[in-house]
């Protein structure tokens, strides 16, 4: 079965930190851009990064600019998110997305969202 | 705040068509033709309905088609059926930002 799976979210003070993970089975990343995009609560899309397929570019929004940082280990078929810096407009789901080609264009296959939420 | 514009919402009885729009600039949608349209349920995680402006990815119903004219983008369902009603969000690469989606809108099947 095709699918990406995120783990590692959950509820963080703000300031601290937390790392994201998106496993991948069925699939091979490799040849792929992978996105990370999150979706506030009752609100719409918005994307947080991306990660060329051999990690060599990786780009960010400038809401988390600075603060995120996105890899990949393509021997695990693994994406991560690392969160630093993290603050209440940080909540979110936030899903892993593959992309149809090698750097950015769409996002064909989708995990199912991991939530995070950011509250003292 | 979307750098894209989309009607908060549309509806549309079964079997007529719909067209969503997406406005943007000639730095997002108007200077490049990789706008995508994405569909979402609720709860559940969005799925790509058209890539490059008009293609469709496989297993996606022809009922679905997009287009491009100028700096806006336009996906359409024709024959709606209930199980269109959904958010749609519209996509777009952008020179300054890079990637940027629309502020979505829900479609509604009377």
């Known amino acids: 079965q095709v699918q990406l799976v995120e783990s590692g979210g959950g509820v963080v003070q703000p300031g601290r930190s937390l790392r994201l993970s998106c496993a991948a089975s069925g699939l091979t990343l490799s040849p792929y851009g992978m996105h990370w995009v999150r979706q506030a609560p009752g609100k719409g899309l918005e994307w947080v990064a991306v990660i060329w397929y051999n990690g060599s570019k990786k780009y960010y929004a400038d809401s988390v600019k600075g603060r995120f940082i996105i890899t990949r280990d393509n021997s695990k078929n693994t994406l991560y998110l690392q969160m630093n810096s993290l603050r209440a407009e940080d909540t979110a789901v936030y899903y892993c997305?593959?992309?149809?080609?090698?750097?950015?264009?769409?996002?064909?296959?989708w995990g199912q969202g991991t939530v995070v939420t950011v509250s003292s | 705040q979307s750098a894209l514009t989309q009607p908060a919402s549309v509806s549309g009885s079964p079997g007529q068509s719909i067209t969503i729009s997406c406005t943007g600039t000639s730095s997002d949608v108007g200077g490049y033709n990789y706008v995508s349209w994405y569909q979402q349920h609720p709860g559940k995680a969005p799925k790509l309905m058209i890539f490059e402006v008009s293609n469709r990815p496989s297993g996606v119903s022809n009922r679905f088609s997009g287009s491009k004219s100028g700096d806006t983008a336009s996906l359409t369902i024709s024959g709606l059926q209930a199980e269109d009603e959904a958010d749609y969000y519209c996509s777009s690469y952008a020179s300054s930002n890079l990637y940027v989606f629309g502020p979505g809108t829900k479609v509604t099947v009377l």
């Open positions: 997305a593959r992309d149809i080609t090698s750097t950015i264009d769409g996002f064909d296959i």
